[in-house]
């Protein structure tokens, strides 16, 4: 497609379920980013890819979440035993370029609600 | 550390007015600049960004902004709000976070409103 494509778009998930939500980047972009992004917040930056490399996970907030790439292109954000506070949009992003300069696309986001 | 603070929680204008939203960064060099849009249930849409050169950018909907070194902002205009306006603005920088890696910080959002 022509855009960052995210799926599902929408998640109810109990509290201790395992999730996994899906990013399709757009086609040929090298850089890769997830956020979460709370209600009433500004997205906070999780972690970064370059093709397949998993650069930067910093962002991670605990080490139920997971985050791959293996082959360079579409990417998925693995929570483990979600909580409440895991309640969040998670956007996906993506970028022709290697390093800053570039412009970075956004998808829709992953509406996730764990209840 | 790096930041990007946006001092206007909410902003409310008439249609028709001019609009004016600030950003200020905070980061030892010159980071590059976005202003991203985001109307309710969805995504973030570009709005214009500033690498470097002319410090007056043009964007998309009528949309500009001025990046201004000796004050650390790159606030955001309209001459004239349309009610198709009102949504989530949200400032953004991007520069290297090591490693190779580089990300988009983004300020906590200005929520516009616009009164018909």
């Known amino acids: 497609g022509a855009g960052v494509s995210q799926s599902p778009r929408y998640k109810v998930a109990k509290r201790g379920q395992d999730v996994a939500l899906r990013c399709d980047p757009i086609?040929?972009?090298?850089?890769l980013f997830w956020y979460q992004q709370a209600l009433g917040q500004g997205p906070e930056f999780l972690t970064y890819?370059?093709?397949?490399?998993?650069?930067?996970k910093s962002g991670l907030p605990s080490d139920r979440f997971f985050a791959e790439r293996p082959e360079g292109s579409v990417s998925t954000l693995k929570i483990q035993r979600t909580q409440q506070e895991d309640s969040a949009v998670y956007l996906c992003?993506?970028?022709?370029?290697?390093?800053?300069?570039?412009?970075?696309?956004f998808g829709e986001g992953s509406w996730l609600t764990v209840v | 550390a790096q930041s990007v603070t946006q001092p206007d929680i909410h902003i409310t204008v008439s249609e028709g007015a001019s609009l004016e939203l600030r950003c200020n960064y905070s980061y030892g060099a010159t980071p590059y600049l976005f202003w991203y849009v985001q109307s309710p249930g969805q995504g973030l849409q570009l709005l214009l960004k500033y690498f470097s050169g002319d410090t007056l950018v043009q964007g998309i909907k009528g949309f500009e902004a001025e990046f201004k070194r000796s004050q650390s902002s790159f606030n955001l205009r309209k001459p004239s709000v349309h009610w198709s306006d009102a949504a989530e603005y949200f400032c953004a920088a991007v520069a290297y976070s090591g490693a190779g890696s580089y990300q988009l910080t983004f300020g906590k959002g200005t929520k516009l409103s616009v009164i018909p």
């Open positions: 992003a993506s970028s022709l370029a290697r390093a800053p300069g570039g412009t970075i696309y």
């Open positions: 890819f370059q093709n397949e490399a998993q650069l930067d």
């Open positions: 086609s040929g972009h090298v850089s």
